[in-house]
């Protein structure tokens, strides 16, 4: 019951909350989640965590994704976002924030 409440969430999330204004970066709180779609954690380009529709017992947040980012700064570090009809990513700068560097249609 607790998932199905989650996915309930993430739907209505989706649909109801406004878009945010500024999107050139990430708010640390942010879920990696993308609703109806696909999020990605990327380390040069390989998934460190990934996270698809439903997927609700394991989530992520950027400020999590940012911890680890840290740890191996060395590394390009990309999350994805690709929903139904936006998708945008995000790469981490030298100052710790998650900059858009792409953006497109989604799935659409």
Known sequence: ?????????????????PRRVDESTLDPDALISAGAGYAALTRDGVPVYEAEFGDFERQM???????????DGAHEWCIHLIGQGDDRHYRRAPDGRWRLYSRGYGLS
């Open 1 to 17: 019951m607790e998932i199905e409440h989650a996915m309930l969430r993430a739907i209505d999330a989706g649909f109801d909350r």
């Open 61 to 71: 947040t950027v400020r999590e994704a940012s911890r680890v980012a840290a740890d």
